[in-house]
């Protein structure tokens, strides 16, 4: 069954021409015609750095701190990139219909519900971050799961399908529970177990540097990739920054590695999927709160996340989802449910 096959009419994939987002991704090697030397691109490489947009996103500060880029050697990066892009036309500032025309990429991936599509105004979108939040067992595993599989199922509005990559800080992610995913939509499961790359993290720091490798692995093969999922973002934080003293040093931690996944996104037009635990509110009682919990990660997490959802059980299989303090989503609420095929719209 292909998503579009679906009788619902809600929108799940849309907006994406293949090859439109090529010249939107412009190689750093092209800054050797304007007098880089190829060891300083490799430089910008190895911190994971391959594209133009990938240098400006990067503040002067951060760029002086990989290893052999002098002051000098990333003015001079920063002049042929204005070099480069004078050649090119635009400079910083576009149209709004340029805008608009950029925004055409952006596409959307089933979560496997309808119901679930629609509260998220058509699915998990991409150039942007999605989190969900909840308690154990509230199914953001399986959810994650389930997006491995539909990410490469081609749907409206010309999007193709691709690959996925899985950041598992958890030691959950079972790759087996891919192929019944895959057999309810009449997918080869081989084939779609191939087109996820795992990766288990076991430190916070590992798990920044595998976005690292995750920047150079979309930059080889442009536009093959269109999800990153990181399940979850914040519990080798947990661990590895313990107790107030080090609260400080975490955020900002944290807030390299959130800014990191906003560029990936948006320079690699990806969804980015990420899960996130809760904790006891302790002003929750107090303020007299009808949810005393609360997703962790703080202003940092909450301010980085384009789109955040709360996950809640319901009944049996069954799971509420409600839009979390979004600034232009209504707070309205969708009830999928939990099957062996993956996520789908409860039965009844
Ligand atoms: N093959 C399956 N068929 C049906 N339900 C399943 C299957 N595998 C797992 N589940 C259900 O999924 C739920 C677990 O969801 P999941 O692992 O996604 O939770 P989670 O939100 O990631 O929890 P945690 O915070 O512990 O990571 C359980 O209720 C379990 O019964
Ligand atoms: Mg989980």
Not at 233 to 248: K, T
């Amino acid at each position: 069954m292909a998503l579009e096959a679906r009788g619902d009419g809600s929108s799940v994939v849309g907006g994406m021409e293949q090859g439109e987002d090529d010249d939107f991704i412009l190689d750093i090697d092209l800054l050797q015609a304007h007098g880089i030397n190829v060891a300083d691109i490799k430089k910008l490489k190895t911190a994971g750095i391959c594209t133009v947009r990938g240098v400006q996103m990067i503040t002067k500060k951060k760029l002086c701190n990989i290893k052999g880029l002098s002051e000098a050697k990333v003015d001079k990066i920063k002049e042929a990139i204005l070099k480069l892009q004078g050649e090119g036309g635009g400079v910083g500032f576009i149209t709004a219909l340029q805008a608009s025309l950029n925004r055409r990429n952006v596409f959307r991936l089933s979560s496997g519900s309808s119901e679930l599509d629609k509260l998220l105004g058509g699915g998990v979108e991409s150039m942007s971050i999605t989190e969900a939040f909840g308690e154990f067992r509230t199914g953001k595993t399986q959810l994650s799961h389930t997006l491995c599989v539909t990410t490469q199922m081609p749907g409206n509005g010309g999007y193709t399908g691709g690959k996925v990559v899985y950041l598992d800080t958890e030691n959950t992610f079972r790759p087996d529970r891919l192929r019944p995913i895959a057999d309810r939509f009449s997918l080869d499961q081989e084939a779609v177990l191939d087109n996820v790359l795992y990766a288990r993290a076991y430190t916070s720091e590992q798990q920044m540097e595998l976005l690292d490798f995750v920047a150079a692995k979309f930059h080889e093969e442009p536009g093959v990739f269109k999800l990153l999922i990181v399940d979850s973002i914040m519990a080798l934080f947990r661990v590895d920054y313990s107790g107030r003293g080090e609260l400080a040093d975490r955020q900002q931690h944290l807030a390299q590695m959130m800014s990191r996944l906003q560029k990936i996104s948006e320079e690699y037009n990806v969804a980015v999927f990420i899960t996130n635990q809760m904790t006891a509110d302790p002003g929750a009682t107090l303020s007299f709160q009808a949810d005393p919990k609360k997703p962790i990660g703080g202003n940092i997490l909450a301010h980085a996340s384009t789109t955040r959802i709360s996950l809640r059980k319901g009944r049996g299989e069954c799971r509420i989802a409600k839009i979390y303090d979004s600034p232009d989503l209504p707070e309205s609420e969708a009830t999928f449910a939990i099957y062996n095929g993956g996520i789908g719209d409860p039965k009844d």
